[in-house]
């Protein structure tokens, strides 16, 4: 399989341009130039920087200037301390993909050319950047029944990126909010620039317990790592939980060897269809215990290495996964040598 040059491991800048405030002091202060170069140290070679919508358009569609400084900021950054960057949209005017009453978007022809003018506005200030920057269409598309609309929508937006901006990379999720198991019905690839993303957070009743945004997730639920399978599945059923996580393929317990054998059609996929294979996002959350959380990045990790897999760790501060917070301080140096 290709691999995905100059984007082998990453840390996600959640938080900042996206989902918590959209206040000047927050925008101002929650990442800095410090950030980026403690996340270089830890051996990266790029960061992933998820933007809302609504930092650079008002609702009627009118570009909103003051959001395209900070993503100048953080290239800038990134060029002082050797960085590459991912352009990530992680919400667009009518879907937000953690809230299941915005999706007009997929139904909504004028929302559908915003999104297109939006990244025809980052292909003519960063298009040129075909070295250090990619583009990532959006983040997450949810249900199944927007695949058709979204490969017409993302093939419009890429034919509009092109006529830009015609070397710099695109990265394609599927539905699932970026599934392994649903690449296989986005189109073929648009060119060869483009390149397949998914999200992995499996075994999710481990990397989300307690999570309170999880439908049927308990709030005092608490599961090691590896543990027995068995119990994952006893624990699954009796919290309701119908997340596809392939449970049933791990054996006994997790291993490096479940992730390996969990990405390998999507390996073959982009090898038939002459692609890269990227993982946005992937991480614990901070209630897990420490020590797991390192066992799972180790296990991974293995996997990403085998198969040559690009990927950016889920996320650098707070948003409940920051590898930088003091929930990790006993163990973060491990961790830092498995993203």
């Known amino acids: 399989m290709k691999k995905f040059e100059g984007f082998v491991k990453g840390v996600d ?17 929650f990442i800095s130039e410090e950030d980026i170069k403690t996340i270089a140290g830890w051996g990266a070679d790029h960061v992933r920087l998820p933007m809302d919508y609504n930092i650079f358009q008002e609702e009627d569609g009118t570009l909103r200037e003051f959001g395209f400084s900070y993503v100048d900021r953080a290239i800038e950054w990134c060029k002082k301390y050797g960085l590459n960057i991912v352009l990530d949209l992680h ?42 920057a990619a583009f990532e269409l959006l983040n997450e598309v949810t249900d199944p029944k927007f695949s058709p609309v979204w490969n017409s929508i993302s093939k419009k937006a890429i ?14 999720g599927s539905y699932w ?21 998914f999200h992995c957070y499996e075994p999710l009743i481990f990397t ?31 919290l309701e939980m119908t997340y596809m996580d392939h449970t049933e393929t791990a054996g006994e317990k997790y291993s490096s ?26 991480g614990v959350i901070d209630i897990a215990a420490p020590e797991d959380t390192l066992s799972w990045y180790k296990d991974i990790n293995a996997a990403f290495e085998h198969f040559g897999i690009g990927r950016a760790a889920w996320s650098y501060k707070r ?10 301080d006993t163990v973060r140096d491990e961790i830092i040598k498995y993203l």
């Not at 929302?111 to 075909?130: N, P």
């Not at 690839?189 to 397949?196: G, K, Q, T």
């Not at 054998?261 to 993982?279: N, Q």
């Open 208 to 238: 989300h317990q307690a999570a309170g945004w999880v439908k049927q997730m308990n709030k005092d639920y608490r599961i090691g790592y590896p543990g027995d399978v068995k119990q994952y599945l006893k624990d699954a059923a009796d």
């Open 91 to 132: 919400k667009t005017q009518g879907f937000i993909f953690d809230d299941e009453n915005y999706i007009g978007f997929f139904a909504d022809a004028e929302l559908q050319e915003r999104f297109c003018v939006l990244w025809e506005e980052f292909a003519k200030r960063y298009g040129h950047l075909t070295e250090m």
């Open 159 to 172: 034919e509009r990126i092109r006529a830009i901006a015609p070397d710099i990379r695109i990265l394609l």
């Open 319 to 328: 948003m409940n996964f920051g590898l930088s917070d003091p929930h990790l």
């Open 13 to 29: 800048l959640g938080g900042w341009l996206s989902q918590l405030k959209y206040t000047k002091e927050h925008l101002d202060s």
């Open 177 to 197: 909010n970026n599934s392994l198991d649903a690449l296989k019905d986005l189109d073929l690839p648009h060119d060869e620039n483009v390149i397949y993303n």
């Open 257 to 282: 060897e479940y992730f390996i054998r969990r990405f390998e059609a999507a390996v073959k996929l982009c090898e038939e269809r002459g692609t890269s294979l990227y993982c946005g996002e992937y």
